[in-house]
């Protein structure tokens, strides 16, 4: 079963609050919160059609890392850090037709990294 995950229509991100006791609290604007806005300079919201099990990968990833300290970890996050490995790992993408051989040239590229 595939899910189709979209962004809400409209998104606004609420600043930072300081509590009395000194914590800082993030507020939930529609349904992204504050962590979740990436910090590049044009960022842009977009969807991925991903299986049950890639969406429970990332979440328990993202729980994972919540758990090891990194407090603002979300799915965009662990989605976008594995945008910029590939990134670096320079693909070849000569030969691909298909996902299957995206998998493999990607995990060749990384083999060789």
Known sequence: MLLRITPPR????????E??????????TGN???????T???????????TDEDIQFT???AYQLRRNGWQ????SACMRVMIHLLRQANVDLADVS????LMRAIQQALSQH
């Open 32 to 38: 992204v919160p504050l962590e979740a806005k990436p």
């Open 19 to 28: 509590q009395d006791n000194g914590a800082r609290v993030t507020r939930q």
């Open 40 to 50: 590049s300079s044009q960022p842009r919201q977009t969807h991925f059609w991903l």
């Open 59 to 61: 979440d328990d990833w």
């Open 10 to 17: 409209k998104v606004r991100y609420a600043p930072a609050q």
């Open 72 to 75: 603002r970890a979300t799915r």
């Open 98 to 101: 298909d996902e299957a051989a």
